[in-house]
């Protein structure tokens, strides 16, 4: 798989898992009726977004993990032919 695509898919995942994880935490908060100094329509209202777009961001992060490994099964990476051209490589050199 592409190295690009899976450290940026990794990282999207993280990001999204976090932003459900803290509309998590505000649910949980604002269920046990904690203090705070938020407005309970503008706690409702982050733990909607928050999990709205933690769930896209993880949809976005899966799609493109997808993505780069659909294209590693289209251009599936030889790793003998590799070795081969840069054997025949140093030997051009070398003449």
Request: charge should be negative; glycine fraction near 6%.
């Amino acid at each position: 798989m592409n190295n690009k695509n899976t450290g940026r898919s990794s990282i999207l995942a993280l990001a999204g898992g976090y932003l459900i994880y803290m509309a998590y935490e505000l649910l949980k908060s604002l269920l046990a009726n904690e203090p705070t100094t938020m407005p309970r329509a503008l706690q409702i209202t982050v733990i909607v977004l928050f999990t709205g777009i933690g769930i896209a961001v993880l949809v976005y992060a899966w799609k493109v993990w997808k993505k780069g490994r659909e294209d590693q099964d289209e251009n599936p990476v030889d790793i003998e032919t590799q070795e081969e051209e840069a054997k025949s490589e140093e030997q051009d050199s070398e003449k």
